[in-house]
């Protein structure tokens, strides 16, 4: 099943980050800890990629404390590009921002040359809790819910630093099927895009493979690597009585329990990928993506130009 989820406000997004950026001195990313490379938008990558580039893995105390450092040493090496790790609703690391961003752009500063920013991510990555901490007040807001900023908005954090929000946006085509599954798991990617219960196997399938332990622990299941995800996720309804008539587990409910206590991080600290695991799913998905696309070239170049005036095959 290949998640997909681009609102119509995502093309004006598009459009706003196209037209701002020329005029941007730092643009700053928010990704997700706990799926840093799955939340990295390839798409402000094509927009933004000649700017300097400031990537900050937010919610790192959801995140896996051992998996942290390699992504922070990944997007590190690359270069013009700073990363660190934050938790948005603490003041005082947020602060981190604004001197990572002079260092990025020493040229920059003064009434004569503000510092001006570009702050963008993914739906739900935390950006409104962020500057709202920046700023002290609610100018942002924020909600467990994709989707929230509808709006760019221009945020004065000093004299001479100037910050632009833009709308939480996502890419047309998802190519990585594993990060659809990860989005969704997060809640980046609206509800009615997905089914809950596929996402939810999903999910378990890749917590008994490296997070075992927590799964056991939450829900106290015994011997929960072992079991089927199928099973896996029937248990878990049973052990929280989700059930329906004549005992039967609620599976819906269960895939809804098992993605809140992920997000909410009553699960555990958790990172569903590492650096080695996403390349090797992102050279699969543009592997599978150039096939598709050569294959569709080749049905075109079989039917040949259109005719001018000649009507549509098939009409």
């Not at 459009?15 to 402000?44: H, Q, T, W, Y």
């Not at 998996?67 to 270069?79: C, D, E, I, K």
């Not at 005082?92 to 604004?98: G, K, N, S, T």
């Not at 929280?240 to 329990?257: D, F, H, S, T, Y």
């Amino acid at each position: 099943m290949a998640i997909q989820w681009f609102p119509g406000h995502m093309h004006l997004t598009r459009k706003a980050i196209a037209e701002r950026v020329a005029e941007i001195d730092v643009v700053i990313e928010l990704l997700d800890a706990r799926l840093p490379g799955s939340s990295a938008n390839p798409m402000l990558a094509e927009l933004t990629g000649h700017k300097p580039g400031l990537k900050v893995l937010n919610k790192q105390d959801l995140a896996d404390p051992e998996r942290t450092p390699a992504w922070l040493a990944h997007y590190n090496a690359q270069p013009a590009t700073r990363a660190i790790g934050l938790d948005a609703s603490q003041a005082a690391p947020a602060r981190r921002l604004i001197d990572a961003c002079r260092e990025l752009a020493p040229q920059r500063g003064g009434l004569a040359k503000p510092m001006r920013v570009l702050i963008c991510g993914i739906p739900n990555v935390g950006k409104s809790t962020l500057i709202n901490t920046l700023v002290g007040t609610r100018k942002a807001r924020t909600g467990d819910e994709a989707g929230i900023t509808k709006l760019e908005q221009r945020i004065v954090l000093a004299d001479d630093f100037y910050l632009w929000d833009t709308p939480g946006v996502l890419w047309p085509r998802i190519i990585v099927a594993q990060s659809g599954y990860n989005l969704a798991a997060s809640g980046a990617i609206g509800r009615n895009a997905f089914d809950e219960e596929i996402v939810a196997l999903e999910l378990l399938g890749y917590l008994k493979r490296h997070y075992a332990g927590l799964l056991e622990a939450r829900f106290r299941i015994e011997g929960a690597a072992g079991l089927a995800d199928e099973a896996l996720l029937e248990a878990i309804g049973r052990q929280r009585g989700a059930l329906l008539g004549k005992g039967r587990v609620n599976l819906q409910k269960a895939a809804e329990i098992v993605m809140n206590e992920f997000r909410s991080g009553t699960l555990g600290r958790i990172t569903l990928e590492t650096p080695e695991e996403f390349a090797q799913w992102l050279a699969a998905g543009q592997l599978l993506d150039a096939q598709r696309q050569a294959k569709k070239e080749a049905r075109a170049g079989k039917r040949g130009p259109r005719r001018e005036g000649a009507p549509p095959a098939g009409a």
